[in-house]
């Protein structure tokens, strides 16, 4: 016999895991909430950070716990393997030494440190941003400071990592002062160095943070608003734009299409490649390790 409790807690349950897994807009979105608040994400390195310009293959571990309710569940990451590592990390070293030497625009002037870019040299996924600020300019790295961690966090969502299987760098890779938006010239003088990246990189999906790294990608004054959530090519290369994590940092009202932004990408991403980016947590079965290595 189900006594009252016993229905009160079903009850309880399903609306938890309908939350979890379905999103729906009447319900919080405990998965995205959980992800882009920070609390309940730890991403552990266990051996050193990437070094700028050309990252980190080793595997590591990312350690995602999304609700109260499971302990910890380590998930297997999904890395490439059909490109060559060595490779791509001279080239990559060779364009960082080369952006260190430049001087092709006014943004030479007022830098710290060159930004070329971090991550693993043989990337599923690119993910590309405006332009350093002053704690990446300080520190030579895209994406630190809070910002950088939100992204981390909204990675880690979809099981990427720039410690596993992501690039991350940016439209121009000199500060910018005070933080302004780069100039088209900027963008125009610093493209190649970008589209040098991606010639070495060849990730599969690229992933367009914010309305600067969108509009000079995609060469269109549409703003962020009607760009984000849809898939274009740039160099044959999908491509999704959405919410960079300083605006949802700004305004919690952008975490929720910036999540349906990043469930699609993942979609995109299992579709091509033919496999799971799902964490433990979000997989209805239960399953809580899959492997995931691409040949
Ligand atoms: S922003 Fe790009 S083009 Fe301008 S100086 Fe720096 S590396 Fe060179």
Request: hydrophobic content about 35%; proline content about 7%; aromatic content about 4%.
């Amino acid at each position: 016999m189900i006594s009252e409790k016993d229905l009160e807690n079903i009850s309880s349950a399903v609306s938890l895991a309908d939350a979890y897994f379905s999103c729906r807009p009447e319900k919080p979105c405990v998965i995205a909430e959980d992800f882009f608040r920070g609390d309940a994400v730890n991403v552990q390195n266990e051996q050193n950070a990437p070094v700028p310009g050309a990252a980190q293959s080793d595997a590591r571990t990312i350690t995602a716990q999304t609700d109260t309710l499971q302990s910890p569940t380590a998930v297997q990451t999904v890395t490439r393997t059909d490109e060559p590592e060595t490779n791509n990390e001279t080239a990559l070293q060779n364009i960082a030494r080369k952006i260190a030497a430049c001087n092709r625009c006014r943004l030479c002037g007022g830098r710290t440190n060159t930004v070329p870019g971090i991550g693993v040299p043989n990337p599923l996924v690119l993910v590309i941003g405006e332009g350093p600020g002053a704690d990446e300019d300080a520190k030579g790295e895209p994406f630190v400071g809070k910002a950088g961690q939100l992204l981390d966090k909204m990675l880690a969502a979809i099981n990427l990592s720039r410690h596993t299987n992501c690039f991350i760098a940016n439209i121009v890779k000199c500060r910018p002062p005070n933080n302004r938006d780069p100039m088209p010239d900027e963008a125009e003088a610093c493209r190649s160095f970008l589209d040098a990246q991606i010639g070495i990189l060849k990730p599969r999906l690229i992933l367009a943070v914010g309305r600067i790294a969108a509009q000079n990608i995609l060469n269109t004054t549409t703003g962020i608003n009607k760009l984000r959530g849809q898939f274009f090519e740039y160099r044959g290369i999908p491509l999704l734009p959405t919410y960079h994590p300083s605006a949802l940092l700004r305004n919690e009202d952008l975490k929720r299409p910036a999540w349906e932004d990043l469930k699609k990408f993942r979609a995109r991403l299992e579709e091509i490649t033919g496999l799971s980016f799902s964490t433990p947590t979000q997989t209805q079965s239960g399953a809580s390790t899959q492997n995931r290595n691409q040949n």
